[in-house]
Structure formats: structure tokens, C-alpha cells
């Protein structure tokens, strides 16, 4: 007799690469342990900077069963992001890859659900729940402990085979399936990530310091950009990928396959000037169903303004 969870998981595994899905692995969902220490000393370091809700639900990020009860299985899933075009239409103005087409949380979230429909299909009526970015969830912890790759220097997921532009989604579920192990950390002596930051916000081996990060000070922030950030933020409006570009393993990135994720040509090319004069309408119409919306017309313009060495309000 064939073993169900065996079964199970295969089953799985293969409709999660037919849902365009590159890569699957499972976890048994148990506390964790060595994440629990490490999220501790980072919010008590004040390393989180304005992003109070990294406070809340604390036990919620490190034990699943909170999140669902009877949770016996954690769905780790990557989604990938990589743009066959990596040069942006106006070099002037940089907007983060992953943010180039529609919002991720929108579009991934409909292929989990139609993931979790079609395991329902075939295994069966069991209780799960999917995430995207979108709940206490510890994504690149769960994502590791499933052997897709190893946490970075920059506390990136890295997948051995391309790299780390990839988007992470679970489905925490009460199936029992076969866990994967985790894999070594190939990092070894590298420090390219470490030596290209320029503000300097991996303040430790994977352990990044928020408040001096261009993702969080474009985005995140909700103050002014502290003026010690003049002339060290390049041309980065939304987002930042430096330590991943200059990460050696991004070589092996291959372009997606989500025509949900390519660029909207309306979006981009935008001059200084543009996005200054910008109304809310227009930032409504075209930046509608992107991840630009979550700092909003008036974040971009502050952040467009602050490239100037002018002092931005939010």
C-alpha cells in the first residue's frame, strides 16, 4: 500500500509547478525555535524602524498552529519575478523589479487559492490556508527550513538554482505530507551584498538594519527621509535591489513567465517633473493595481523629491 503522505506530497508538488509555481517544499509546522531567539533581539534593536506591526502576533510568526489549528504541514512556494528586460525605461528613476507589473499579493494570492481548490480536487476536503505577504508569517524562515535555498548575507532567500528574485507564498494545512530538509548556506566568504549597500543597512551576517534600508526608507517610512541619506539612495524611487543584483547566485536568474508581471509601458519612463506635477487620478489609473499604491502619490513624490538633496515630506 502505497504511503498516503508520500502520495500527497507529490501530488502537490506537481500541481504547484502546473499553477506556474518554480519551486515547492514542505515543513512541519512546529514552533520556531531558532527564529524565535533571532526576531526577538532584531525588534528589541529597534532594527524593525516604523513597522510597528513586526511587533504584533509575535507567537503567530513562530508557531502555525495559531494560525490554524491542527496545522501538521507548511507549504513553502516560490513564485518568480525575474524581468527578461532589467534596465528600466528611464534610468534616472528606479523602480524595485518585483514592483514592475501588477501587485504580487493580488496575483499570487488567485493562484493559491486555485492551488489549494485543485489539492482539494484530488486529495480531498482538508482545512488550509493560504499567504502572501499578507499575515504573520515568517515566509523566508519556512521557505529555508523547506530546503527551496539558504538565508543570505542580505536575509534574502537564495535558491541555488536562480537565485533570489522569487516571491514566497504558503499554504499551512492539516495534511500530513513528507517534509523537506533544509539545505546548506553556499555563501561562504562572500560579502558582495555587504560591500555594495550604500547605506550600509546589513549591519551583521542576515541581519539587516531597516532603518537605514532604501526598500524601507521609499517605502515603509511614513517620515521624511533623514537627510544623512543624501546623495547614498542613487536613483531608487520605489524599492531597492542592489544586494540582490550584485549577489553572484543571480546569475542563474531566468526570466518569468507572468504576463501579470510585465511592465505596464504607462507606468514607467516618468520624468522628475512628471511625478511631481502628478495628480491623484492619474496615480489611481495607472499605478492602480501596482505595489506603487502602497506608498502612494504622496510618498513618490517625496521620495522623487529627496533625489534632488531636497527634503521630502510624506
Known amino acids: ?26 515543513s512541519v509546522a512546529e514552533f520556531l525555535t531558532d ?8 525588534l528589541r534593536g529597534g532594527l524593525h524602524g516604523q513597522m510597528k506591526y513586526m511587533e504584533n502576533h509575535f507567537d503567530k510568526r513562530l508557531d502555525p498552529t495559531l494560525l490554524v489549528p491542527g496545522a501538521k504541514s507548511v507549504i513553502s512556494l516560490l513564485y518568480n519575478y525575474f524581468p527578461s528586460q532589467t534596465k528600466s525605461q528611464n534610468q534616472d528613476l528606479k523602480i524595485s523589479k518585483y514592483a514592475l507589473g501588477e501587485d504580487y499579493h493580488d496575483v499570487i494570492r488567485g493562484k493559491l487559492y486555485e492551488l489549494l481548490s485543485s489539492i482539494r480536487q484530488e486529495i480531498g476536503d482538508i482545512e488550509g490556508r493560504v499567504f502572501v505577504d499578507s499575515a504573520p508569517v515568517l515566509e523566508r524562515a519556512w521557505a529555508a527550513k523547506s530546503g527551496l535555498g539558504w538565508i543570505g548575507k542580505n536575509a534574502m532567500l537564495i535558491n541555488k538554482e536562480m537565485g533570489s528574485f522569487f516571491f514566497i ?8 505530507l513528507l517534509p523537506d530538509g533544509p539545505i546548506k548556506d553556499y555563501c561562504g566568504t562572500c560579502t558582495a551584498c555587504i560591500d555594495a549597500c550604500p547605506t550600509d543597512a546589513i549591519i551583521d551576517n542576515k541581519v539587516i538594519d531597516s532603518n537605514r534600508c532604501i526598500s524601507y526608507l521609499t517605502i515603509e517610512l ?11 539612495m542613487g536613483s531608487w524611487v520605489f524599492g531597492c535591489d542592489i544586494c540582490q543584483d550584485v549577489c553572484p547566485w543571480n546569475r542563474f536568474s531566468k526570466p518569468h513567465k507572468e504576463n501579470q508581471f510585465n511592465k505596464n509601458p504607462k507606468m514607467y519612463g516618468l520624468t522628475i517633473a512628471e511625478w511631481q506635477n502628478m495628480t491623484e487620478e492619474f496615480f489611481k489609473k495607472v499605478f492602480g493595481k501596482s505595489a506603487l499604491r502602497r506608498t502612494g502619490l504622496k510618498g513618490m513624490k517625496r521620495n522623487v523629491l529627496f533625489l534632488q538633496n531636497k527634503e521630502g515630506q510624506y
Open 35 to 42: 527564529e524565535a531567539k533571532h526576531l526577538d533581539n532584531w
Open 169 to 176: 507564498a504558503e499554504i499551512i494545512s492539516d495534511l500530513e
Open 1 to 26: 500500500m502505497k504511503n498516503p503522505a508520500a502520495n500527497n506530497t507529490r501530488i502537490i508538488k506537481q500541481l504547484s509547478l502546473d499553477m506556474g509555481f518554480s519551486f515547492c517544499g514542505i
Open 222 to 232: 511614513r517620515d521624511a527621509i533623514p537627510t544623512e541619506f543624501n546623495g547614498k
